[in-house]
């Protein structure tokens, strides 16, 4: 989407900056890895499909996209004390946060979350923990979010546990056709009565499957995530 096209965030070990064509080649570079292919269920694309898929994503108001770029694991920096430019010319590119504005019935405040961090080099630092944190804050403060899914392959069990232990996501559905599980985090209470559609069949509605425990987790967790926000730098992506 067009929205974030020049915004920058900056945490502590991330920054999110938008998706560029200048950042394709590298991006298609890594989805070239089978595991990666199998634990995100992409296909691999062509550098054009590559370069078209960008240039749609950017135009297209369902879809948030943020390039994750971290300092080189020498650098003596500190990202939030360095200019918007700096961030830019001194971080490379180590992965991808996503959020899918596809609800069925366009529920604006419904999006579907995923975390790529393609440099294995820079995995278990610490560094998908914060930009789950970031995108999330930012879903929530900015655009009035209220619930996020996550869909992740059953072999990959880190990124289950990432969103499950840090965050309180928890199971709604599981595809073994797909062999994928789907998980919920929203701040929404379920209706007290169930709704039923014209055919008598129970509506599924977020937040339905969530136990007590789930909802006081989110409720912490979102107050949590919020505090944090206001610790991320915002700045301008020229
Ligand atoms: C899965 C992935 C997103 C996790 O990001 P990360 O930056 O490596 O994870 P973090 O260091 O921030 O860890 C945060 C939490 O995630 C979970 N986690 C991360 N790696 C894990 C692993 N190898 N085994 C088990 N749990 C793991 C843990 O709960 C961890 O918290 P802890 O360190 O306190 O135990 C990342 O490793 C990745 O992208 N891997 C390859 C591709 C992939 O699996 N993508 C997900 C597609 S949806």
Redesign the pocket.
């Known amino acids: 989407m067009k929205l974030n096209e020049n915004t920058i965030l900056i945490g502590e070990k991330v920054a999110l900056v938008p998706y560029r064509a200048e950042h394709v080649p590298k991006y298609h570079e890594w989805m070239k890895s089978p595991?990666?292919q199998e634990?995100?269920?992409s296909e691999p694309l062509t550098l054009d499909e590559e370069y078209e898929m960008q240039r749609s994503w950017h135009l297209d108001e369902d879809k948030l996209t943020f390039i994750l770029t971290a300092l080189p694991e020498d650098s003596k920096e500190a990202l939030k004390e360095m200019s918007d430019t700096s961030v830019k010319d001194k971080t490379v590119m180590i992965?991808d946060v996503n959020i899918f504005l596809n609800d069925p019935d366009q529920d604006r405040t419904f999006g579907e979350i995923?975390?790529?961090?393609?440099e294995?080099a820079?995995?278990?630092?610490?560094?998908?923990?914060?930009?789950?944190k970031i995108m999330m804050g930012y879903a929530l403060e900015m655009l009035g979010f209220k619930t996020f899914h996550?869909?992740?392959?059953l072999k990959?069990?880190?990124?289950i546990?990432?969103f499950?232990?840090?965050f309180g996501f928890y199971e709604v559905s599981r595809s073994e056709v797909f062999q994928e599980v789907c998980l919920e985090w929203t701040l929404l209470s379920p209706p007290t009565e169930p709704r039923m559609d014209e055919y008598g069949n129970k509506i599924e509605v977020y937040g339905s499957k969530a136990t007590a425990d789930d909802r006081a987790k989110i409720a912490e967790v979102s107050k949590e995530l919020l505090t944090y926000y206001k610790s991320v730098k915002g700045g301008k992506y020229e």
């Open positions: 595991f990666l634990m995100t269920a992965g995923e975390l790529m961090i393609a294995s820079f995995r278990r630092t610490g560094r998908g923990y914060e930009a789950i996550a869909k992740i392959s990959n069990e880190p990124s546990n990432l499950k232990s840090k």
